[in-house]
């Protein structure tokens, strides 16, 4: 059974950062693309961040430059540096197969406000 466990969210201020992990177990974690979405109130879940098997990198226009996903296939874990943070990045962050989401995780919230 997949299982996708987030964490690393808080609350900071604008302009603060904060790293975000996501352990992967119940499937081949190194065959797979995987992506970070987010979902803030009343919007629809997005993807700031994709990343291939081979470690190539995608980032929404939103983030460019600030964020920075990264993976770990020994740990079966994937990670999003988060820099310069603005109050929209504001959202539950989750992280799932870039391709074919499967069932979703808890999320972990990230909260920038000053």
């Known amino acids: 059974q997949v299982q996708f466990v987030e964490s690393g969210g808080g609350w900071v201020q604008p302009g603060g950062s904060l790293r975000l992990s996501c352990a992967v177990s119940?499937?081949?974690?190194?065959?797979?693309?995987m992506g970070w979405y987010r979902q803030a109130p009343g919007k629809q879940r997005e993807l700031v961040a994709g990343?291939?098997?081979?470690?190539?990198?995608t980032y929404a226009d939103s983030v460019k430059g600030r964020f920075t996903i990264s993976r770990d296939n020994a740990k079966n874990t994937v990670y999003l540096q988060m820099n310069s943070l603005k109050p929209e990045d504001t959202a539950v962050y989750y992280c799932?197969?870039?391709?074919?989401?499967?069932?979703w995780g808890q999320g972990t919230q990230v909260t920038v406000s000053s």
């Open positions: 990343i291939t098997l081979g470690g190539g990198t």
């Open positions: 799932n197969r870039k391709i074919g989401a499967l069932s």
């Open positions: 119940g499937i081949i974690f190194s065959n797979y693309h």
